[in-house]
């Protein structure tokens, strides 16, 4: 059984930092994609960051790009989600996920291509 588990929301000022934290259980890392995503009330889930499967690439949502930073982390199968220079506008539920193909070439940015996701974690960015 394939388990997502983000942790490292919470509430930040306008221009402040975050890192948001997830870990994969019953899959074999490597393999997948891994992404984050996010959803604002009353708007659809749109995607934010992905690390390709072999961790050499990384792509970014034009709105993000610059001040996110996705990577593996230190401990096993877990990936990061560093956010700087935070703005109102990123405010939402963060969702970690992992990708539907295994090797995929490029990540796909479609919510729905992705198989596995997190219960997800609110960042909220206010003064």
């Known amino acids: 059984q394939v388990q997502v588990v983000e942790s490292g929301g919470g509430l930040v000022q306008p221009g402040g930092s975050l890192r948001l934290d997830c870990a994969v259980s019953?899959?074999?890392?490597?393999?997948?994609?891994m992404g984050w995503f996010r959803q604002a009330p009353g708007n659809e889930r749109e995607f934010v960051a992905a690390l390709k499967w072999s961790g050499t690439s990384t792509y970014y949502a034009d709105s993000v790009k610059g001040r996110f930073t996705i990577s593996r982390g230190s401990a096993k199968d877990t990936v990061y989600l560093q956010m700087t220079n935070l703005k109102p506008e990123d405010t939402a539920v963060y969702f970690c996920?992992?990708?539907?193909?295994?090797?995929?070439?490029?990540?796909?940015?479609?919510?729905?291509?992705?198989?596995?996701w997190g219960q997800g974690t609110q960042v909220t960015v206010s003064s």
């Open positions: 996920a992992t990708e539907n193909n295994r090797q995929r070439n490029k990540p796909s940015r479609a919510p729905e291509d992705w198989a596995y």
């Open positions: 019953g899959r074999t890392f490597s393999s997948y994609a």
